[in-house]
């Protein structure tokens, strides 16, 4: 299984930039996509995901409105499109994919999860 980012690097705030990760190895119709991010020296936490189903999004507060998940299960990619940048924004975006099943009217997870090996972004002036 093979999740590579791609599409990081510097920008000035206010500026975008699109992370792309291609998946391979594995069947992407059953994984619900995220992107997670880390700063250096704190915690990961949750950009943005997307399950299966092409619609069901979720977003970090500091996400929302700015940034959009996108995924195409034919070319098994998931895409982040990020504008108007902050600062804050810097950190090494991961790529994630956690299986999911679908029954009892939700999601739930299977416990089988793959992490990309992160991109890189930098908003500075």
């Known amino acids: 299984v093979q999740l590579v980012e791609s599409g990081g690097g510097l920008v000035q705030p206010g500026e975008s930039l699109s992370l792309s990760c291609a998946v391979s190895g594995l069947d992407f119709s059953r994984y619900t996509m995220s992107w997670i991010r880390q700063a250096q020296g704190d915690k990961r936490e949750l950009v943005a995901q997307m399950t299966p189903t092409v619609g069901d999004t979720e977003y970090g507060d500091f996400a929302k409105g700015r940034f959009t998940i996108s995924r195409d299960n034919a070319k098994n990619t998931v895409t982040l499109q990020m504008n108007s940048l902050k600062p804050e924004d810097t950190a090494v975006y991961y790529c994630?994919?956690?299986?999911?099943?679908?029954?009892?009217?939700?999601?739930?997870?299977?416990?089988?999860?793959?992490w990309g090996q992160g991109t890189q972004v930098t908003v500075s002036t």
């Open positions: 994630f994919a956690a299986e999911v099943k679908y029954y009892s009217g939700a999601y739930h997870y299977t416990g089988l999860e793959y």
